[in-house]
C-alpha cells in the first residue's frame, strides 16, 4: 500500500508503507535532502504538519539529533521514518 506525502511547498508523492524514506526514490521528487542518513547530521529534519499518528515511532538517535538542528515543535527525521498512512510536511533542512 501506498501514502500520500505531501509538502507546503507544493509537492505531492506517494511512497510505500514501511520503506523507510531514505531508500525511497520518489523522495528525489521532494524538497528533502540527506546527508548521514543515520539520524545524526539532522539535514533531512522535516515538521510534521498533519499525520504525526501515521509515522513510525521515534528512536534514541532521532529523539537526540532534532534538538540540536531545530527549535520547532513535532519534527522528525526523513532518514529514520516510514510511512503509515497519509501525511502532510514541512520540510526545514537545507
Ligand atoms: S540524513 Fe542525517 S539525520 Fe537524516
Redesign the pocket.
Known amino acids: 500500500m501506498k501514502h500520500k506525502m505531501e509538502f507546503t511547498s507544493g509537492e505531492s508523492v506517494e511512497v510505500a508503507e514501511g520503506v523507510n524514506l531514505?531508500d525511497c526514490d520518489e523522495m528525489f521528487d521532494t524538497p528533502v535532502l540527506?546527508?548521514?542518513?543515520?539520524?545524526?547530521?539532522?539535514?533531512?529534519v522535516l515538521q510534521v504538519v498533519e499525520g504525526m499518528d501515521n509515522i513510525s515511532g521515534m528512536l534514541a538517535d532521532e529523539k537526540d539529533?532534532i534538538p540540536s538542528v531545530t527549535k520547532e515543535s513535532n519534527c522528525r527525521?526523513?532518514?529514520?521514518i516510514h510511512i503509515e498512512g497519509p501525511v502532510k510536511l514541512t520540510y526545514l533542512g537545507n
Open positions: 531514505a540527506f546527508g548521514c542518513r543515520s539520524g545524526s547530521c539532522g539535514t533531512c539529533c527525521l526523513a532518514c529514520q
